[in-house]
């Protein structure tokens, strides 16, 4: 099993920025997973922000492409995800997700995702 926990999220102006991250524990070999995040704002359903492959490639949902960055440290167990130029639209509930088979790329699927933490909330003031 893997635990995952995210931190890191709270209440920023809009234009600012904010970092969330999420510590991996338990049996994983970390380092060999690949990583995702996701959010989930009121009366809307889950959707993908960033993925991270085991070997460091990235992708990202267009409306947070150039604005978003999803980064890993293997040493720590900790996957990232710096948020610049935040919105309001960028309110939600942040969760970060691991794939349970080793060596595989991120994607856009939830239901690719086997392990998930509680989330964390992130809100853009206007």
């Known amino acids: 099993q893997v635990q995952l926990v995210e931190s890191g999220g709270g209440l920023v102006q809009a234009g600012g920025s904010l970092r969330v991250s999420c510590a991996a524990s338990?049996?994983?070999?970390?380092?060999?997973?690949?990583m995702g995040w996701f959010r989930q704002a009121p009366g809307k359903e889950r959707e993908f922000v960033a993925a991270i492959s085991w070997s460091g490639e990235s992708t990202y949902a267009d409306s947070v492409k150039g604005r978003f960055t999803i980064s890993r440290d293997n040493a720590k167990n900790t996957v990232y995800l710096q948020m610049n130029s935040l919105k309001p639209e960028d309110t939600a509930v942040y969760y970060c997700?691991?794939?349970?088979?080793?060596?595989?790329?991120?994607?856009?699927?939830?239901?690719?995702?086997?392990?998930w933490g509680p989330g964390t909330q992130v809100t853009v003031s206007s």
């Open positions: 997700a691991a794939r349970g088979r080793a060596y595989t790329g991120g994607t856009s699927r939830p239901g690719d995702y086997d392990y």
């Open positions: 338990g049996r994983t070999s970390f380092r060999s997973y690949a």
